[in-house]
T-cell receptor, first 116, second 115 residues
Framework: NAGVTQTPKFQVLKTGQSMTLQCAQD?????MSWYRQDPGMGLRLIHY???????DQGEVPNGYNVSRSTTEDFPLRLLSAAPSQTSVYFC???????????????FGPGTRLTVT | AQTVTQSQPEMSVQEAETVTLSCTYD???????LFWYKQPPSRQMILVIR??????QNATENRFSVNFQKAAKSFSLKISDSQLGDAAMYFC????????????FGTGTRLAVRP
């Protein structure tokens, strides 16, 4: 299994440009999430999904869109990039055994995004 | 809203010694999960250990163990026999049992290991 994969690993955008960060997992996990990591602030949840066709907002959703048409893929779209979106972005997936057990998230390698 | 606090931005330990990283959290829930993640310089987030709140027994994974104090809302990570490869950022995280996949992370502790 490849686990959770993210592309690209690095990206530089100009203010106002749009782009999509790709995330895929091959573990048949029901849950997928996007985080951003900024110095001194830990990881903050942007959007998450509990299954294909179902998404919801996290702590910092503004400026980002997501969709989940398949179990495997969960792309993150930046609509009009701003310097404040310069960050490292992580995708994660996880599963639960019904309502009785949850085992934590598996993370992708991250995408470092710079907006100039 | 739940919050997770890691009050030690940086820690240092001598190789082969033991170090404890602190984490406290705020919640009104009785059933939840707690995690420690490691982020080495490669940037990859790695799950180190997991604790279920309803279990009294502290979780252990090889050289890593936790001290879970539910009443005090404290969840510290002990690393025994520290190795150079343990040098990393360590993040504490909380998840309410009924919250699907929403984790709340602390701001992290950077651990240095001195040879």
């Amino acid at each position: 299994n490849a686990g959770v994969t993210q592309t690209p690993k690095f990206q530089v955008l100009k203010t106002g440009q749009s782009m999509t960060l790709q995330c895929a997992q091959d573990m048949n996990h029901e849950y997928m999430s996007w985080y951003r990591q900024d110095p001194g602030m830990g990881l903050r949840l942007i959007h998450y999904s509990v299954g294909a066709g179902i998404t919801d907002q996290g702590e910092v959703p503004n400026g980002y869109n997501v969709s989940r048409s398949t179990t495997e893929d969960f792309p993150l779209r930046l609509l009009s990039a701003a310097p404040s979106q310069t960050s490292v972005y992580f995708c994660a997936s996880s599963y639960s055994m019904g309502s009785t057990a949850y085992y934590g998230q598996y993370f992708g390698p991250g995408t470092r995004l710079t907006v100039t | 809203a739940q919050t997770v606090t890691q009050s030690q931005p940086e820690m240092s330990v001598q190789e082969a010694e033991t170090v404890t990283l602190s984490c406290t959290y705020d919640t009104s829930e009785s059933d939840y999960y707690l995690f420690w993640y490691k982020q080495p310089p490669s940037r990859q987030m790695i799950l180190v250990i997991r604790q279920e709140a309803y279990k009294q027994q502290n979780a252990t994974e090889n050289r890593f163990s936790v001290n879970f104090q539910k009443a005090a809302k404290s969840f510290s990570l002990k690393i025994s026999d520290s190795q150079l490869g343990d040098a990393a950022m360590y993040f504490c995280a909380y998840k309410k049992k009924s919250s699907g996949d929403k984790l709340t992370f602390g701001t992290g502790t950077r651990l240095a290991v001195r040879p």
